[in-house]
């Protein structure tokens, strides 16, 4: 039979953030021995809902030493194509959240399918937006900036500082195998809050939102000065909201 390629999306934290179709898929995929693979956010999500499902682990591509992460996933992606199109195999990705958001194996992915002709399926997953933004007061009037974290700090890009602004994988520190370490994260934030100085005063306030983390997975949020964001370190899965000048009590914590 020929071969399958499935992205699945499983939402941002907890099981109950899975869709039924999402269910469905692992469900199937478990009584088919499927080639399954995720990062250990996902395979813990997935176990949740099919203890029995073998999943084969990622991490190796937060561990490499001297590979640049987007070429591992660019690797990643032509393995699982491989598999999936040459072998005939049945082939799972599991994707935290939204596999549209911040996921370059899904992009290559994505790329080769559009090169090739030939068609994947994606299951389609609830965001981390969703969470991060059920923590500060945001009406969507004045829009909403998105943005990787890095993309600020190092990047160049230069905001509208009249917008509010989500910046995500506020943890994730350099592009090489240690972003998981939050002893680290330092080095995302003070060049991050130099690059926020150029458009903000040091008393400007900005809210630090985790949206995801063990072992309840609850989204919680800190506000703080701009000037004070390098004070703490962050775990990877944290995302930081700017208000607008404009409209500063945005920002302002939700209950």
Not at 40 to 56: D, I, N, Q, Y
Not at 68 to 90: Q, S
Not at 169 to 195: C, H, I, N, V, Y
Request: aromatic share 8%; charged share 20%; net charge negative.
């Amino acid at each position: 039979m020929p071969g399958t390629l499935c992205i699945l999306g499983l939402g941002p934290a907890r099981p109950e953030h899975m869709t039924v179709e999402a269910r469905d898929v692992l469900r199937q995929a478990e009584a088919e021995s499927w080639h399954v693979y995720g990062l250990a956010h996902a395979r813990g999500m997935a176990r949740r809902v099919c203890p029995e499902l073998a999943v084969k682990s990622l991490d190796y591509l937060y561990t490499l030493q001297g590979v640049d992460r987007p070429a591992a996933y660019a690797d990643l992606a032509k393995m699982m194509w491989r598999k999936a199109y040459e072998e005939d195999r049945k082939v799972l990705y599991l994707v935290a959240g939204s596999p549209l958001f911040y996921n370059d194996a899904v992009l290559f992915i994505r790329r080769l399918s559009a090169q090739s002709g030939q068609s994947i399926r994606l299951v389609h997953g609830m965001s981390f937006v969703d969470l991060v933004l059920d923590r500060v007061h945001w009406t969507g009037h004045d829009g909403l900036q998105l943005y990787s974290a890095w993309n600020v700090a190092f990047d160049g890009v230069r905001l509208n500082a009249q917008a509010p602004t989500l910046l995500c994988q506020l943890g994730e520190f350099t592009a090489g195998g240690d972003a998981l370490d939050p002893d680290g994260s330092r080095k995302m934030l003070a060049p991050l809050r130099d690059a926020l100085a150029t458009h903000f005063p040091p008393e400007h306030p900005v809210t630090i939102v985790y949206s995801s983390g063990a072992p309840d997975y609850d989204s919680l949020s800190t506000r703080i000065p701009l000037s004070t964001l390098a004070e703490r370190t962050v775990p990877v899965y944290s995302n930081l909201f700017v208000p607008g000048l404009v409209s500063p009590n945005e920002g302002e914590e939700a209950p």
